[in-house]
């Protein structure tokens, strides 16, 4: 009998709670908005990622770098890039994580050096 009125007032408990949860989130909602205007996506295969690059940078794709605490150099590869003159993303197509990297200088600008 005590567990019949137990759910009995469950619902009554949980609403009384219900309004606390939802002041402590408000608090913490975050919202930033961008408009990109133009904006052009093109998905590439590496190779034609690379040599885009080329044609837009006059850069080479594929560079050694040196590595902090070694004398060996890293070989470092392009992944995706955002043009800024063009607005345009190019990436692979599957990868989330570089398209969104790109995106987010598309929206961010520069926050890393060359």
Not at 12 to 39: D, F, M, S
Request: aromatic content about 10%; hydrophobic content about 40%.
């Amino acid at each position: 009998m005590a567990l019949h009125r137990l759910l009995k007032k469950l619902p009554l408990a949980l609403l009384a709670v219900l309004p606390l949860q939802g002041c402590a989130t408000a608090q913490g909602n975050y919202q930033e908005r961008h408009i990109i205007k133009h904006l052009t996506v093109v998905f590439l295969d590496e190779e034609s990622l690379r040599h885009e690059w080329q044609v837009l940078s006059g850069r080479q794709a594929i560079v050694f770098a040196s590595q902090t605490n070694t004398a060996i150099p890293a070989l470092k590869s392009l992944q995706g890039f955002y043009d800024w003159p063009s607005n345009t993303l190019y990436c692979p197509k599957w990868n989330f994580e570089v398209c969104g990297h790109e995106l987010h200088h598309a929206v961010l600008g520069q926050f890393h050096s060359d």
